[in-house]
């Protein structure tokens, strides 16, 4: 297998021993409580990706394996990378782990698909030292595996909720589920176990203002057979309840109605709160049009075109974005905020905010990185499953490059 570089260049356009542009400095206060508040008038970090103390996302290298042999992807659903940059990708069609070094090379794989000991029907996966976490919520089970590929104990857990889990660094799994709480909670509930399988407690995100949504509801099939059909969407690019789990442990939300995040260690507490001055930016019509043509696209294979027209209207899809759309934190506990309507749009662009919660600044890359599905951000690097022009799907490394380090 070829690994594949992309270089990229970086110019730098601070003369001789200029240390760049003047930063702002970011505001702390204290909230009620004691809970602290940092907010950014502006940039602290970096002004702009010109500025030789800017962070930059360098593609690092791009691989898909060898058709027609183990090392093939078909349909990766989830991605986990450990200390030593190994990866592992939990693939489809069949279902199966597949594991490859840092520079591409297949190693072997892990599981099967099935229902036994070892097997699993939708994995979901994370890394933490020697052992591989593997959650299914299609079975209800969540299994660890050495990260040789042996199997090593499973314990029944959640079901029906399809996401990412995480193993913070004191070793806990965080495992989404809907349980204790209703359905009315799905995905603001997170079970963190140990990893011999001892649940330790239930970390849940508060749960913010409710999106604008589009009902559908239809029917499907022949005569004597009718099967009813609802579902609700979120209007496109509406302001939403964002939330990742923290490396550190407890995670960080927001609900993208003003610039503000807060990193929470429980659920119940407000361990920081930070943001940044923002100004509302105007969505382009052609990118409204475009959400709105994908979606009657993405519907019509389930809904009549006259139930997609009762229930879709471009008027509903906001003309400014909201601050923020996604939220991530990576291995070292900075938090990438994505800024912007970025939907059909590069750059893909990120604020950056340090494990203090300042405002460091802003990077962008020039890759359609997908806000669900298969990413992972480590300490140093952002992997992501991407589709090429031929519509084979590929992992692709960006390296978090960070300036003014010596």
Not at 36 to 63: E, K, N
Request: include cysteine; charged fraction near 20%.
């Amino acid at each position: 297998m070829k690994r594949v570089v992309v270089p990229i260049a970086i110019v730098l356009l601070a003369a001789c021993g200029d240390a760049g542009p003047e930063l702002a400095t970011a505001v702390r206060d204290t909230l009620p409580g004691g809970i602290p508040r940092v907010v950014s008038p502006g940039p602290t970090g970096w002004a702009d990706s010109t500025d030789p103390r800017a962070w930059h996302l360098v593609a690092d290298g791009v691989f898909r394996g060898e058709e027609g042999t183990p090392s093939e992807l078909i349909d990766p659903s989830s991605l986990a990378v450990d200390a030593a940059g190994r990866i592992y990708v939990a693939d489809r069609k069949p279902v199966v782990i597949k594991v490859f070094d840092a520079s591409g090379r297949f190693l072997h794989p892990i599981g099967r698909e099935g229902e036994g000991p070892g097997e699993f029907r939708a994995p979901f996966i994370a890394v933490h030292g020697a052992f591989l976490v593997v959650h299914d919520p299609q079975l209800s089970r969540t299994s660890v595996f050495d990260t040789a590929g042996t199997f090593v104990r499973s314990w029944p857990s959640s079901c029906c909720y399809w996401a990412e889990i995480s193993v913070d660094s004191a070793g806990l799994a965080y495992v989404p589920t809907t349980r204790g709480e209703g359905l009315e909670d799905r995905g603001d509930l997170r079970v963190r176990y140990a990893l011999d399988g001892t649940a330790r407690d239930t970390l849940r995100s508060p749960r913010g203002p409710e999106p604008a949504t589009w009902s559908f509801s239809g029917s499907s099939g022949g005569a004597g057979q009718v099967n009813r059909m609802f579902m609700m969407t979120a209007v496109p690019l509406s302001p939403t309840t964002v939330r990742a789990n923290h490396p550190g442990g407890g995670m960080v939300y927001g609900f993208a109605q003003s610039y503000e995040l807060v990193r929470t260690s429980t659920g119940t507490d407000s361990a920081l709160v930070f943001g940044r001055a923002w100004t509302a930016e105007a969505i382009p019509d052609s990118v409204r049009q475009a959400v709105v043509a994908r979606a009657v696209e993405r519907l019509g294979e389930s809904f009549s075109e006259s139930a997609i027209n009762d229930a879709i209207a471009q008027a509903e899809v906001p003309r400014v974005a909201p601050p923020y759309s996604e939220v991530s934190v990576d291995g070292e506990g900075n938090t990438w905020a994505r800024v912007g309507a970025d939907d059909g749009l590069l750059p893909v662009r990120f604020d950056v905010f340090a494990r203090d919660g300042a405002w460091l600044g802003q990077v962008a890359v020039h890759a359609a990185i997908p806000r669900f599905g298969a990413v992972r951000w480590t300490s140093d690097a952002l992997y992501a499953v991407l589709e090429g022009e031929d519509g084979v799907p590929a992992i692709h490394r960006y390296r978090i490059e960070r300036g003014g380090r010596e």
